[in-house]
């Protein structure tokens, strides 16, 4: 027998996606999908959230404003890894429970992680570029292989990515606030301070989530570590970077490349940045491979049962 709880869902993709639908609604039947595919916050989430029990959510916005005014709600479910949207101490104080599985996504975020490392090193912006523009000019470039990469957070993601950068025959430095010691004696991984990572590697790609104690953890002066023939990589949280000392430094020359999937303002505003040769930029698609939504999906519903009041500083 169908779980007869009512269900909402505020995510537009997963509201599109039929085999997540139909998955979802083999368990449960009564379910509201966002069909109209509404940008919901604020009061219009509360009223999409009204009357319903567990909700999975996406990127929307739960904070103590939102759950006040829901006492019905008692379960979310996290459709993606990102927890950045939700007041835990909010949900908390209003004991709501939370679906969450970190890293179902990992494999989706290393790869584009790999392919943007390569496509800097290779020129492959910038060439492309100047192909379609009408010159024909090769761009002489490096190798990802053998190189130094540095893993600013050293969680899923981070850890997906070591097996492969080994595959390279890269040299793998990370930086963690956690001790992940085993981890790296097993995988052949140096952990490092974040200025020692900086000034020593040629990749650096961050894998952080944002709060206070991360946003803007790369400021101008670290970045100013990094040396002049590096790249950097976030596709992690838009935050974590100062992009407007990155702008200047891909502009003078005194880093050679960088590759954004994610902005402190998404989309990002600042077209000088998006047109340098040197700047690769995509539209927070890190998590977008079909093999992921299916994960992340499934993941979402399975956290309508699977889920607990959370804890401060699990996440």
């Keep these: 027998m169908k779980n007869r709880t009512p269900v909402a869902v505020t995510s537009r ?15 449960y039947q009564n379910v509201t999908f966002n069909d109209q595919g509404l940008s919901l916050e604020g ?4 009223n999409f959230l009204q009357g319903h029990k567990k909700a999975i959510i996406a990127l929307e916005s739960i904070d103590a404003t939102v759950l006040e005014k829901l006492p019905s709600l008692k379960v979310i479910s996290k459709y993606g890894v990102g927890l ?24 989706s975020v290393s790869e584009l992680v790999i392919s943007f ?11 492309n570029s100047e192909v379609r523009l009408g010159t024909w000019r090769p761009h002489m470039g490096r190798y990802l292989s053998e190189r130094t990469v540095g893993i600013v957070g050293c969680g899923h993601i981070g850890k997906d990515l070591v097996p492969i950068l080994n595959a390279f025959g890269c040299t793998v430095l990370a930086h963690d606030i956690l001790d992940f010691s085993d981890f790296y004696s097993t995988n052949r991984v140096e952990a490092v301070d974040l200025e020692g990572l900086l000034r020593r590697s040629e990749v650096v790609t961050i894998h952080l989530p944002l709060d206070e104690t991360t946003r803007n953890i790369l400021t101008a002066e670290r970045l100013a570590l990094m040396p002049a023939t590096a790249i950097l990589i976030n596709a992690a949280r838009g935050g974590l970077v100062d992009e407007k000392a990155l702008k200047t430094m891909l502009m003078d020359g005194r880093l050679a490349g ?16 998006l047109s340098l040769p040197n700047f690769l930029a995509t539209p927070h698609i890190g998590g977008s491979a079909e093999e992921a939504i299916l994960a992340m999906g499934r993941a979402a519903i399975g956290g309508l049962e699977n889920n607990a009041v959370p804890t401060s500083g699990i996440y």
């Excluded at 090193?121 to 060439?127: D, G, K, N, Q, Y």
């Design 117 to 127: 490392a390569i496509s800097l090193l290779r020129h492959v912006p910038a060439a």
């Design 43 to 46: 009061d219009g989430l509360v």
């Design 258 to 273: 960088a590759a954004f999937d994610v902005f402190a303002v998404e989309p990002p505003l600042d077209s000088e940045l």
């Design 13 to 27: 993709s997963f509201s599109k996606h039929p085999d997540l639908r139909a998955e979802l609604l083999d368990q």
């Design 84 to 107: 950045d949207m939700i007041d835990i101490e909010a949900m908390q104080k209003h004991e709501v429970s939370l679906g969450w599985s970190g890293g179902v996504n990992r494999r």
